[in-house]
């Protein structure tokens, strides 16, 4: 198995913005349509996956995000990441409710806080943030600067993105130069 290697990225604060990377964390994407599969999940995961568009879900441990009316990706700390994706392939993999794949490797987690978070994310998006950031547990899956991402505002003026690893280098330098003008 090779070994994870994350971009090299540095806390950066500016006036009233932090951006960070919020790494290692164990993403899994989930698909299913099954009742079985909603049961199963809802267990392993203590979490009641969200069924409205854009949303997401959260507990001590776990963050669901909607992705699709089918596929959710959750993502939580790493340490117990070999229990619970065992756990849920056995549960809904393996009895063909769903499938299951880890996919920690494909996505970077960067966690942006402050008032003007929205101010840099708007000067790179087409996406309207207007709605969006007056609530909490939103997701949306956008561009930022011609980049694909998945942006979960947890807490107002809080939220975690997600970037393709290949990008996520770029993607760190345009907020870093970006941030510095807003």
């Known amino acids: 198995m090779l070994n994870i290697e994350y971009p090299k990225i540095e806390k950066k604060l500016f006036n009233d913005l932090e951006l960070s990377l919020k790494e290692p964390k164990t993403k899994i994407n989930l698909r299913g349509k099954k009742i079985d599969f909603f049961t199963k999940a809802g267990k392993i995961l203590s979490l ?17 995000l909607w992705l699709s009316p089918d596929e959710w990706l959750i993502y939580f700390d790493i340490n ?7 756990d849920l392939y056995n549960e809904i993999s393996k009895l063909n409710y769903g499938s299951i794949t880890d996919v920690s490797n494909q996505w970077v987690c960067f966690n942006l806080k402050g008032k003007k978070i ?8 087409p996406f309207n943030f207007n709605d969006f ?27 975690d993105l997600f970037v393709r690893r290949s990008f996520s ?9 970006s941030a510095r003008f807003i």
């Open 169 to 177: 280098e770029h993607l760190w330098s345009w907020m870093n130069d």
């Open 48 to 64: 009641i996956l969200p069924m409205e568009p854009n949303t997401s879900s959260t507990n001590e441990k776990f963050n669901a």
């Open 133 to 159: 950031k007056n609530n909490k547990n939103k997701v949306t899956q956008t561009l930022l600067n011609h980049i694909d991402v998945t942006i979960n505002q947890k807490q107002l003026n809080e939220i």
């Open 118 to 125: 929205y101010d840099l994310l708007s000067a790179g998006s």
């Open 80 to 86: 117990d990441k070999n229990k619970v994706f065992n």
